[in-house]
């Protein structure tokens, strides 16, 4: 059974910086698409960023590129995002997705498979 565990969200003031963390179980990065998703309140679901689990290339939304990394532990099955420079526009709660297929062009547009539950980040101005 696929699971994704996130933590690391919280309240942090605007220019400041965060790191969320996913622990993934039950399946192998490789041949799989891991990544963020966010949902602001009132707001449409964006892909952030999402990270090949065979290659390890990285995509980002247009609205975080520059700020925010992906990366991957395919030893200990984790999966990061590193947010700095953060901005009000971020908050809000952030999703680790996985997809059984390496595509994460598409997965980032029209969604993932399998999802955690969510953590908040907050960023207060």
């Known amino acids: 059974e696929v699971q994704l565990v996130e933590s690391g969200g919280g309240l942090v003031q605007a220019g400041g910086s965060l790191r969320l963390s996913c622990a993934a179980s039950g399946f192998t990065f490789d041949g799989y698409a891991i990544g963020w998703f966010r949902q602001a309140p009132g707001k449409r679901r964006e892909g952030v960023s999402c990270i090949s689990g065979s290659s390890g290339t990285e995509f980002y939304a247009d609205s975080v590129k520059g700020r925010f990394t992906i990366s991957s532990d395919n030893v200990k099955n984790m999966v990061y995002l590193q947010m700095n420079s953060l901005k009000s526009g971020d908050t809000a709660d952030y999703y680790c997705?996985?997809?059984?297929?390496?595509?994460?062009?598409?997965?980032?547009?029209?969604?993932?498979?399998?999802w955690g539950k969510g953590t908040l980040v907050t960023v207060s101005s």
């Open positions: 997705t996985a997809h059984p297929a390496d595509t994460c062009r598409e997965a980032l547009v029209w969604g993932m498979d399998y």
